[in-house]
């Protein structure tokens, strides 16, 4: 049987101020709400936006996990900058978690939430799909 909707929490104070949830699975489905470059741990977050991009990725990653899913199980990603120069100095970083997997992508410039936050992500996956590329 299908797990039906749950939410998971990060612990970020965001998520009780706005009233979101980091991720939600629904079935197979799980879709990651829009991950940013905080330590959600201590609510720090770098100056740099490669670091952030690194943050952002496990961030998603622990969301993933919990919802019992992989990077591997993503099907879709959702860039946000809002600086168009900052996204190429990330692409190595976001090449070592989809480089394989292959997943549809988006990079949209557009304001953030606070200042510091340079870089955004948003990430849909189907639990068990275990992408294998089509090359």
Do not use: K
Not at 12 to 18: K, Q
């Amino acid at each position: 049987m299908t797990e039906q909707r749950r939410a998971i929490l990060s612990g970020s104070v965001f998520e009780e101020r706005i009233g979101y949830a980091r991720a939600v699975v629904d079935g197979d489905w799980v879709h990651v709400s829009g991950t940013t470059g905080f330590d959600y741990t201590d609510m720090t977050i770098s100056e740099d936006v490669v670091e952030q991009a690194r943050q952002c990725l496990r961030n998603v990653g622990a969301a993933l996990a919990e919802a019992g899913a992989s990077f591997a199980d993503v099907v879709r990603v959702r860039y946000l900058l809002p600086e168009r120069e900052d996204f190429e100095p990330c692409w190595p970083v976001l090449r070592e978690c989809f480089g394989e997997v292959l997943p549809a992508a988006t990079m949209m410039v557009c304001g953030l939430a606070d200042p510091r936050m340079r870089i955004e992500m948003e990430v849909e996956a189907r639990r068990g799909s275990g992408a294998a590329p089509g090359r």
